[in-house]
């Protein structure tokens, strides 16, 4: 698969999005069809600070529960909560419609080190994945 070139990426396998002065985080192709069908979504209240690395959410499957990490440090500004309801849309469109989160990000300089698509793509192909 290739990955849009519009957003960076994480070993977690997070992607985050610029969208204005706002960062918009989801999980990968990859994560998602690692994951297998996704039966819940737990995600943060808009408000709380995050720092790269926290965990800020779950997602279930049928397979796994796993942990959803920051690419960066913030605030949330906003949830997707139609999720919670439509897990499935994970499934569906990970890269788009099915976004996690929306961060007012501490510091640009975070989002700027995060992998590019290439680097994501290489990332898993030297993992093994």
């Not at 519009?6 to 192709?29: C, F, L, P, S």
């Not at 961060?103 to 640009?108: F, I, M, N, V, Y």
Request: net charge negative.
């Amino acid at each position: 698969m290739s990955y849009p070139n519009d957003r960076r990426y994480t070993n977690e396998h997070e992607w985050a999005r610029a969208e204005g002065e706002q960062i918009v985080v989801g999980i990968t192709q990859y994560a998602q069809e690692s994951l297998g069908d996704i039966v819940f979504v737990e995600l943060p209240e808009v408000g709380r600070t995050v720092a790269k690395g926290d965990s800020f959410g779950v997602v279930e499957s049928t397979k796994a529960v796993s942990e959803l990490y920051s690419p960066i440090s913030g605030t949330v500004v906003a949830v997707n909560s139609p999720l919670c309801d439509s897990p499935d849309q994970v499934n569906a469109d990970p890269h788009g419609a099915a976004w996690m989160v929306k961060l007012a990000p501490s510091s640009a300089a975070e989002f700027e080190a995060l992998m590019s698509a290439e680097a994501y793509e290489q990332f898993l192909v030297e993992s093994g994945h």
